[in-house]
């Protein structure tokens, strides 16, 4: 019965103190709606800023998480602090909490911040041909975690961001035009000037290859049994494996029915590969 008799008292005590911390309560309230509202009107104009500048999809999209998780988080603690509560040890173990996730996941932040300078700084871009890392291929997606190639012989290669960040990447694409260098051993029988009127033909006869830079035919040097020509052309990147093939063939059949004979074995060197002399840039 004692305890009955002092009901009225503790909910007139408890009533007020709700009403005092009432105006605290619709004060926070009222800063997490608009502080909702804000994030998301910031977040659709941050979406149409990156559309319009066309930055890429994988980063904008990433961009627009991870300031949308920033700003909430900011948020919550804004409320939490009005409402009267300590954020001091919440910060704290938070903080701890990063420090553990980051430490266990080293590796995947490693591809994760290769991913953010490839998405930057573009050193290559879908479409492009490139090699890294002992392969090489054309770029079918890059994601903030590793990047896809397709080979020549039509494999999926799965290359870590992480790895292509810290290692040499050639792009075969990316200038827009190639230069080839083709190495010929004529044999030291053979009519030499021939030979090159054979080689300035068939550069001369086909349309896609560049007329400026020049293309050269030239004695590159004269071996122990072969002198060595260089033919050497620029095309662009969707001519150049054109030109390529089509001038091997056509050596190879017109150097046989003018009874000029290639040393064995022979080589073909494409530019981009290792040569046995230097290249002028």
Known sequence: MEKLRDIPFYVEKYADAFMDYLPTLV??????VVGWWI????LKRLDKIFTRREV??????????VIGIVLKVLLLLMVIANLGIETTSLLAILGAAGLAVGLALQGSLSNFAGGIIILVLKPFRLGDWIEAQGLSGSVTEISLFYTKLTTFG?????IPNGQLTNDNVVNYTVLGKRRENLIFKVSYGSDIRKA???????????????????PQVLISDLGENAVNFSIRYWAMN?????CHWYTIEQANYRLQNAGVHLS???????????DDFPLKP
């Open 39 to 42: 994030i998301k009107f910031l």
């Open 196 to 214: 090159k009127e054979i080689f300035a033909g068939i550069i001369e006869e086909q349309e896609n290859i560049l007329k400026d830079p020049a």
């Open 264 to 274: 064995i074995p022979q080589r073909f060197i494409a530019q981009g590969k290792k």
């Open 56 to 65: 890429d999809l994988a980063l904008h999209e990433f961009l627009l998480t």
């Open 154 to 158: 039509n494999q999926l290669a799965i």
């Open 238 to 242: 969707d001519d150049f494996w054109d």
């Open 27 to 32: 004060g926070a309230l009222i800063l997490l």
